[in-house]
T-cell receptor, first 116, second 116 residues
Framework: AQKITQTQPGMFVQEKEAVTLDCTYD???????LFWYKQPSSGEMIFLIY??????QNATEGRYSLNFQKARKSANLVISASQLGDSAMYFC?????????????FGGGTRVLVKP | EAGVVQSPRYKIIEKKQPVAFWCNPI?????LYWYRQNLGQGPELLIR????????DSQLPKDRFSAERLKGVDSTLKIQPAELGDSAVYLC??????????????FGPGTRLTVL
């Protein structure tokens, strides 16, 4: 079974609108962390936001927020007020302390294209 | 503060030739990771170092891949001999501690390898 599933291979969003990128995960580890990274065409993975499994509140970082629904095992990324520079691949990743040897496991990514 | 540095950015070689990638992590980060990212997929961990010690190399194809981090700072990943299927982007990342679920990994720009 996939540990991290991103069901949207690609999506368009109008500039200045919000967009939600879906991420579901599978783990039996009680302690885990969820990360989102952005990968523009230049290739570098850029860290965006982190959510811990024990965090009570949803994480926010500027225009990025994470809609964390623990019971549903989902950690969707919301980008508000999209900008042209947001066009990139977005990866959801999970870190499990016990089950996966403390490594970061990535989903397949979602490509976002912001239209002017 | 300088980010993770990798070189070269691009490499094109004939199959059966050797190739090496170099990575310098963020200053003070004691954990270093090498990932391989195939086209259209998320990165997959090859090896993780804590200081000089390789603590997770279970995904490293040891018949042709080798890595070292002699002084616990920069690292080299080598492939010998390269095969067509090794064409991918090789990403290096570093993190401050490596053993906490919240420990964020910061990535370099990657080396895009093409094997002809």
């Amino acid at each position: 079974a996939q540990k991290i599933t991103q069901t949207q291979p690609g999506m368009f969003v109008q500039e200045k609108e919000a967009v939600t990128l879906d991420c579901t995960y599978d783990t039996s580890d009680p302690s885990y962390g969820l990360f989102w990274y952005k990968q523009p065409s230049s290739g570098e993975m850029i860290f965006l936001i982190y959510q811990g499994s024990y965090d009570q509140q949803n994480a926010t970082e500027g225009r990025y927020s994470l809609n964390f629904q623990k019971a549903r095992k989902s950690a969707n990324l919301v980008i508000s007020a999209s900008q042209l520079g947001d066009s990139a691949m977005y990866f959801c990743a999970m870190r499990e302390i016990q089950a996966a040897g403390n490594k970061l496991t990535f989903g397949g990514g979602t490509r976002v294209l912001v239209k002017p | 503060e300088a980010g993770v540095v990798q070189s070269p950015r691009y490499k094109i070689i004939e199959k059966k030739q050797p190739v090496a990638f170099w990575c310098n992590p963020i200053s003070g980060h004691n954990t270093l990771y090498w990932y391989r990212q195939n086209l259209g997929q998320g990165p997959e961990l090859l090896i993780r170092y804590e200081n000089e010690e390789a603590v997770d190399d279970s995904q490293l194809p040891k018949d042709r891949f080798s890595a070292e981090r002699l002084k616990g700072v920069d690292s080299t990943l080598k492939i010998q001999p390269a095969e067509l299927g090794d064409s991918a982007v090789y990403l290096c990342a570093s993190s401050a501690v490596g053993r906490q679920v919240s420990d964020t990994q910061y990535f370099g720009p990657g080396t895009r390898l093409t094997v002809l």
